[in-house]
């Protein structure tokens, strides 16, 4: 941790968040993707930024004791860079359940400090939980008043707040980005009639993301049509999906490969034609920023804010979580009429430049801080 003063006139900011480069992990998650883009974004523009390292390991996830230890540990850090430094800002990544709770608790030591703070809830489940039961949701009510303002990362974010009462003037609209080294396909898919289409799913091998939906769409699907699948990713239905695409016989039309590093997953991207994650939740999911950055069409749950960048029957088809049937009528469309993958690829680049630059998106950030920095 530096806690030199930045260079007179340097404004410094505080992350809170994954820390990049901190490992070679290959399965970082969105969280460090955003991570990545938004610390280079302020070092480029010549800021100050310290970083609170939130990284954690989400399989198997650490004991309550262990993210105690770590999360007080992290609070004591960011007291003592506000106690030591001038801070024209925070910028808090929270997630759901316990993180939740460590980050208002950091939020309100932005109070304390009088530093202003954006508090950027980044996981769909948060949603989920709060919207399942009433003392949730009236908890996240009242916890929701700490921070002075919060972002969101789609409209449906944003109603989500709505109904718990946030006040509409400390939410604003962020959607997400992909770092500025992400190479953005510029003409559109199209579709090789001498080539099967071709899925892809990247991501944890979990029931969260709805990997059993997607295993019994493939099941009844491939009865009749033949097509490429690929999983990308591993957890803890990794061996079952390895053990039923063996037993399925399914050779090397259907594989689950693991982990693989970032840019093989831009290569194995760009191989494919369309984009399957059938989530039960989500915030707004990297994995589809990323696919969509290699133009591909998706099928996806209808959660988060997944549909404002997602839009049904225009740039591939919006589903709803935990049922296999509807995943197999959208596969089936493009199984049925291919020419749709181009039709596609064209609105999903075009809806990729203008909700997700990294330059527009990033730059909110630092206007919603200055604007409460100027307000005292």
Known sequence: MNNSPP????????????????????NPG????????????????????????????????????????????????????????????????????????????????????DVPDLFFIRSGHFMAKVNASYSSALFAKLLLKVPLRIGAQGNKWLEFYRSLGVDPSKTTVIRNWLP???????????????????????????????????????????????????????????????????????GNDVVALGWKKPEEVQQLLDLADVFVLPSYAEGFPNALLEAMAKGLPAICSDVGGISDSLVHNINGFLIPPRQHKPLVEAMEKYLLHPDLIEKHSQATLGILRSNHGLEENCQKIISVLDECEKKG
């Open 7 to 26: 260079p007179l006139g340097i404004k410094k900011y505080v992350f809170v968040g994954a820390k990049p480069m901190k490992s070679d992990d290959q």
């Open 30 to 113: 969105g969280q460090l993707t955003a991570s990545v883009g938004l610390t280079n974004y302020l070092r480029s523009k010549g800021y100050s930024v310290d970083i609170v390292d939130t990284t954690q390991s989400s399989f198997p996830v650490p004991s309550l004791i262990i993210r105690l230890n770590k999360g007080f540990r992290r609070l004591v850090e960011l007291f003592q860079l506000f106690q030591s430094n001038r801070i024209n800002g925070a910028i808090i990544f929270a997630s759901a359940g316990f993180s939740f709770y460590e980050r208002i608790c950091m939020s309100l030591l932005c109070r304390y400090f």
């Open 180 to 250: 500025d080294s992400t190479v953005i396909r510029y003409s559109p898919k199209v579709w090789k009639a001498e080539k099967p289409i071709h899925f892809i799913y990247v991501g944890w091998l979990v029931p969260e993301k709805g990997v059993m939906e997607l295993l019994d769409a493939i099941v009844e699907l491939r009865s009749y049509y033949h097509f490429r699948f690929t999983f990308v990713g591993s957890g803890t239905l990794d061996v079952y999906v390895r053990q039923l695409i063996l037993d399925s016989g399914w």
